[in-house]
Structure formats: C-alpha cells, structure tokens
C-alpha cells in the first residue's frame, strides 16, 4: 500500500514537474507541449509558467520555453563544488597553457555528467566545452569516466538511473567499457560531438571513487603544441595534483612521546 504524502504542496509540485520536463527536453517546449507532457490543461501550468519565467528559472522564445542556467549558478554555489572548482581551476589554467589545448571538468548530475568548469585553448585554434553543457553518463568520454571508478554497487544504481531516463544501454558491452577504463586508468575516444577530436579523460578521486572527471577534447594537427600521449600523461598529472590538494586533512589523535605537550592542531594543507 502507498502511504499518502504528509503535506501537499500543489503549485510548487506542478512547477517542479515543470522544470523536469524542460530539463529532459533537447529542444524548447511550447505550453502545448508542456501540458501534453504532464497531462495538464493549459490553464494549470500558465501562472506556474510566468512566475518561473519572472524569477529567470526558464526563458520563452519563439521556439517555446527552455531552462536558464539559474538552478545550475545556484548548485554550483554549494561549498562541495565550489571548493572542487576553485581548487581545479589554477590546475587546469596550467594544463591548457602546457598542452595547447582546452580542458573541462565535469561532474555526476543524475543521469548526466555536467561540465562545472573549462579552460580554452591559449592558441588560435581549438575546441572548448561550455560550462554548463549536459550528455548522458554512458554517452560522453566524462560520463563513462564517472562511472567507471565507482563501487559496484553504486556504479549499478548510477546505470539504473541512465535506463529509468530513456539511456539506451547494451549493458555488457558498456561493462566491458568501462571495466577497460577502470583497468587503464584513464578513457580515450573519438568526440561525439564533432570528427578530428579525442576526448581525453582521467578521474580525479577521492578514496579510489571519480568525485569529477578532467577531460581534454584533444585537437590533432600541425599546430598541435604537445602529441597526444604526452597530453594524457600531462591530465593525468593535473588530476592526480587535484586530488592531493582536495584530500582531507588528518588530526593526529595520539600525542608524540618527545613532545607530550605540543597543542593539539591541525596541518596545514599544501596550497593549490
């Protein structure tokens, strides 16, 4: 038996239904579509439409209505990721002057990876993800690096929650994917987005699990600054030297003998 909600809240649930809708849409949706989608009639969702529009959740154009980037400014807030990007941020500036090339990184959101920070090329050409930008897990060089280094257990539930959002998975060979990459370390394939481009990209981990993923979509040719195998090596130094800076500081808890009345402090640790 399905127990029944403690409170109800029904202008706030049908403008959450909103913005989910919206969020899993690759194309603007008219109120039309909206109100097939949710099995709503127009006039339900028109007012929930306009306020979200007046706080900047959502946007109209001629095509229909779309998200904004304003719940993502507001996540990307939170002390979790804004410590991750400002830790990566000086890493990454380094990387891109180092390799010639841009770099991205990108973090869980659901049933997606989701890029939090990105760096462009110093040259005069190259390809740059923009922050913000979305792709399914399983369908991204990041995605499948998140999922890789993970617990079994988590790595199961996390592909769970790409089927239940529409994920078309052939689950052995995607398994024997990502168990390649887990083995390796590290995951190369051509970019899905446009030809000539290798997304390069490594975890940067805390306690053996991706907390993000560091990618180069890496540009060949005959301005190319550094080779490719070199790039990755150079990424996966970047992450590793991510990681370190985002380990936790340990409190020593047993005094020394030698100096039994040292105060009890913690170490610093290194700057980014």
Known sequence: MTSKPRYQAPALK????????????SAPLTMSDISTALERSVSEIFRMLQVLEEHRYIARSEEGYRLTNRLFALSMGQPPVRDLVSTAMPVMQS?????????????VSGAEMVVIAG????GLSGFAVRVGYR?????????????????????????????????DIDLPELTANLDSILADGS???????????????????????????????????????VPLADSREMLREAAALIADHLAPVVRETTPRAETPDAPDTLEKAPDA
């Open 14 to 25: 049908k403008g959450l239904e909103i913005l989910e809708v919206l969020a899993s849409a």
């Open 95 to 107: 990387l891109a002057r180092q390799t010639g090339q841009s770099c991205h990184l990108a973090v």
């Open 119 to 122: 760096v462009d090329s110093p």
């Open 135 to 167: 792709r399914p897990l399983h369908r991204s060089a990041s995605g499948r690096i998140l999922l890789a280094f993970q617990s079994a257990d988590t790595r199961a539930a996390m592909l769970e929650d790409v089927r239940a959002a529409g994920g």
């Open 187 to 225: 995951g190369a394939s051509p970019s899905p987005v446009l030809t000539g481009i290798t997304d390069l990209s490594v975890p940067v981990l805390s306690l053996n699990v991706a907390r993000a993923a560091l990618t180069i979509p890496f540009v060949d040719g005959p301005g190319t600054r």
